[in-house]
């Protein structure tokens, strides 16, 4: 299992009151946090503790979305896309 670095993109809301990051890909590793920052950090974790438990039970680890077709899952205007990258060697 080779490991290295990996990027979904990610569908990122912040709201008054907390941050939500969903990864259309992989639910899984959705996060909502109050800080804006601290959300995309446990975002970061989150995606790899999804793909590395994926790996580990050898089940298939769908390929990152093209940012370009998530534009349709935007339903607030706070709504965007972003990417996501974290290192799988780290965890």
């Known amino acids: 299992m080779e490991h290295s670095l990996v990027t979904y993109p990610a569908i990122v809301e912040q709201g008054a009151q907390q941050t939500r ?30 793909i590395i438990d994926l790996e580990s039970h050898h089940e298939p680890v769908p390929a990152p979305s093209e940012p370009t077709t998530l534009a349709p899952l935007l339903n607030t205007p706070e709504a965007r896309i972003e990417l996501i990258t974290t290192d799988l060697d780290e965890y």
């Open 21 to 50: 990051v969903h990864f259309p890909d992989l639910p899984a590793a959705d996060v909502v946090d109050t800080d804006y920052y601290q959300a995309l950090m446990r975002a970061q974790l989150g995606l790899a503790i999804v």
